[in-house]
């Protein structure tokens, strides 16, 4: 998707006076999100928050089609919940894991996704493991494809760090991980290697090939599972 980046910029009031690299964690709203929000608080100032999301409701239903179209997922992949660790939490907690299972994470992992990981790790007895970077600073594809075997539940990449510049090469790790096939304790659709993707919906890109997704706002990221 080719993006008009003088006119993105001229549509946002803040790069006027102010170059704002924290896009991935909390971007500044352009001028049509600025005008929706305003205009929406005025609206339940009036008939109350209820009454306004019901009179808007089609609005409401239509995040879930154009998130879909965004990153190429289907509409019945997006969740929009509060906030990116929230949405990747729910994701994760869902996943079943038991002793022996291996679960793969990124050097840049953030800090409250590595929490988590401890915890159902300690308390499932699963084991995580971390994949080295490459020379670039990008976690390395070629070393994650030689960790992957049937014991790996879970993969969890960082495709953006909101902390850092870096961009992980999410795409090339969606297409590693869907050749590896692994048990499951539960019959789902989940039954090969779980891959978890987090992106800046500023970038636009695409899940990797063979993901389905569950989007959601806070940092406009994405949780894919590969298979």
């Known amino acids: 998707m ?3 980046v003088e006119g993105l910029r001229a549509d946002t009031p803040g790069c006027k006076h102010v170059a704002h690299f924290n896009n991935a964690g909390s971007s500044l709203p352009p001028a049509p999100v600025l005008d929706a929000v305003i205009d929406h608080l005025h609206r339940e ?3 109350g928050g209820y009454e306004a999301e019901a009179e808007r409701n089609d ?3 239509h995040t879930y089609d154009a998130l879909a179209r965004l990153i190429g997922a289907g509409r019945d992949e997006i969740a929009v919940v509060e906030n990116a660790t929230r949405a990747w939490d729910m994701a994760f907690y869902s996943f079943p894991f038991a002793a022996g299972d291996r679960i793969l994470t990124g050097c840049a992992e953030y800090a409250s996704n590595w929490i988590a990981l401890q915890q159902v790790a300690s308390r499932s007895g699963a084991v995580v493991e971390v994949v080295p970077d490459d020379a670039t600073g990008q976690i390395d594809v070629e070393a994650l494809a030689r960790m992957l075997d049937e014991r ?13 510049g870096l961009v992980n090469p999410a795409a090339e790790v969606g297409r590693v991980t869907p050749a590896y096939r692994c048990s499951s304790t539960r019959a789902s659709p989940w039954a090969s290697c779980h891959s978890t993707w987090t992106t800046s919906a500023a970038t636009s890109s695409p899940r990797p090939a063979g993901s389905s997704c569950v989007g959601h706002g806070g940092q406009a990221s994405s949780t894919c599972g590969a298979g």
């Open 2 to 4: 080719r993006l008009d």
């Open 45 to 47: 100032s009036e008939i």
């Open 59 to 61: 609005r409401v239903e």
């Open 152 to 164: 790996v539940k879970l993969v969890s990449l960082v495709h953006i760090p909101t902390q850092s």
